[in-house]
């Protein structure tokens, strides 16, 4: 009986060309190009960010929000300098806000009413003018809730946009987006949020201190670095 055999012959690849491969079986990984493949690896990783500042990349340099989930990122006081957006009261504590304030009105009502019954003026006047002020700064304090909670949620879209593909490096505690966009420099931890929260609207709930940090001046552009930072002249 004679047994099928099956021919094969090598694979042939065009010396010159614009790809290589390292192994037989691997997929064409473009010489020279923007990714670098790990050993043993299918496929081309992912490019690695260089800080701008420090030059520092690897386990240094994550991406802010890899930063900001860190074990120690609470601890330490980061995810505090990198917040996305300003913290707001949620409805179910703007609602036991509500009833505290009332509660607080009503007892000072009861003051009021126990003045007039008992002919004490000073517990009448004092007792009305607290429930007053307590009622009107209950509804302020709500309101007031009400609309960070309208502005934080307009905009988070353009926060998260601004958050997400920006990096921080450990090493010099700066934060940069390795395409040079939105921004083509490093920042400080205190103006990256400064920038994030005054371009997504949090700008009045900037603390004082963040309010009077300046931004940079961008570099000059410049051809791209490696690792995608923008260059500088």
Not at 57 to 77: L, M, Q, Y
Request: glycine share 12%.
């Amino acid at each position: 009986m004679r047994m099928a055999t099956e021919k094969f012959e090598p694979r042939v690849t065009p010396t010159g060309g614009p790809y290589e491969t390292s192994a037989v079986g691997s997929p064409a990984t473009p010489a020279g190009g923007p990714y670098e493949a790990s050993a043993g690896e299918f496929g081309a990783a992912p490019l690695m960010a260089v800080c701008p500042r420090c030059g520092a990349s690897g386990p240094a340099v994550r991406t802010v929000p890899d930063a900001c989930s860190a074990p120690d990122s609470p601890g330490s006081g980061l995810s505090d300098r990198l917040a996305k957006a300003p913290g707001v009261e949620s409805r179910f504590d703007s609602f036991l806000h509500f009833l505290e304030g009332m509660v607080m009105a009503f007892v000072c009502a009861g003051l009021a009413q126990h003045g007039l019954q008992n002919d004490k003026p000073l517990f009448t006047v004092g007792g009305g003018v607290l429930a007053v002020l307590l009622f009107v700064g209950t509804l302020w304090v709500i309101r007031g809730e009400a609309r960070e909670r309208v502005t934080v949620t307009a905009g988070r879209p353009r926060a998260e946009a601004l958050w997400n593909p920006a990096h921080f490096c450990a090493s010099c505690e700066s934060v940069f987006y390795p395409t040079g966009s939105p921004w083509p420099g490093p920042l400080t931890t205190d103006q990256f949020k400064k920038f994030v929260w005054t371009e997504a609207g949090f700008g009045k709930q900037l603390d004082e201190r963040l309010r009077k940090t300046d931004l940079p001046v961008p570099p000059p552009a410049g051809p791209a670095a490696p690792g995608g930072a923008s260059g500088h002249a």
